[in-house]
T-cell receptor, first 113, second 115 residues
Framework: RKEVEQDPGPFNVPEGATVAFNCTYS??????FFWYRQDCRKEPKLLMS???SGNEDGRFTAQLNRASQYISLLIRDSKLSDSATYLCVVPSPLSGNTGKLIFGQGTTLQVKP | DAGVIQSPRHEVTEMGQEVTLRCKPISGHDYLFWYRQTMMRGLELLIY????????DSGMPEDRFSAKMPNASFSTLKIQPSEPRDSAVYFC?????????????FGDGTRLSIL
């Protein structure tokens, strides 16, 4: 099993739709998680941090299910500007607090007018 | 505040040439990371530093790759000799050394093409 696994998509949705991505991780000791957003030909940028059961920021909600070892990202009322690749990121549990992160392959979202 | 600064933004060179990528982390950040991103392999960690000391270089593909961090505000990633398969986007990232898991902040990247 890969350390971090995502459905690559692409997810094609109309504006205003609600879309959810899942990400599974292999190591049950992982304590905190991140979602990064990467636009085409740009650098990854932090979207949300998830330190407990979940986090909400406007139209974006991240949820953590430790028992099943997955993290989800929900986007409500999709906008054209949400089109991007969303990277699920898990700290490497072997590295303690050294900050080594494991990046998923990313899920591509395309929001259509 | 200035973010992570990388140079050059683009580099096109012929195989066999030496390539040097540069990075200036965010001031005060104790950790610096070098990544490589390709369509096939996604984002891969090459090496990272803590307080200018290399901690883990297990991601460095081979001896042709080397990285240095002579001081807290500057790091280089060197490829010598370069090969076409080294073509990728190379990102530098930094993060604070505070307690707990902190996200990393990325530079704009260097797009490297080896002909």
């Amino acid at each position: 099993r890969k350390e971090v696994e995502q459905d690559p998509g692409p997810f094609n949705v109309p504006e205003g739709a609600t879309v959810a991505f899942n990400c599974t991780y292999s190591n049950s000791a992982s304590q905190s998680f991140f979602w990064y957003r990467q636009d085409c030909r740009k650098e990854p940028k932090l979207l949300m941090s998830v330190y407990s059961s979940g986090n909400e920021d406007g139209r974006f909600t991240a949820q953590l299910n430790r028992a099943s070892q997955y993290i989800s990202l929900l986007i409500r009322d999709s906008k054209l500007s949400d089109s991007a690749t969303y990277l699920c990121v898990v700290p490497s549990p072997l590295s303690g607090n050294t900050g080594k992160l494991i990046f998923g392959q990313g899920t591509t979202l395309q929001v259509k007018p | 505040d200035a973010g992570v600064i990388q140079s050059p933004r683009h580099e096109v060179t012929e195989m066999g040439q030496e390539v040097t990528l540069r990075c200036k982390p965010i001031s005060g950040h104790d950790y610096l990371f070098w990544y490589r991103q390709t369509m096939m392999r996604g984002l891969e960690l090459l090496i990272y530093f803590n307080n200018n000391v290399p901690i883990d270089d297990s991601g460095m593909p081979e001896d042709r790759f080397s990285a240095k961090m002579p001081n807290a505000s500057f790091s280089t990633l060197k490829i010598q000799p370069s090969e076409p398969r080294d073509s990728a986007v190379y990102f530098c990232a930094s993060r604070p050394g505070t307690v707990g898991y902190q996200p990393q902040h990325f530079g704009d990247g260097t797009r490297l093409s080896i002909l």
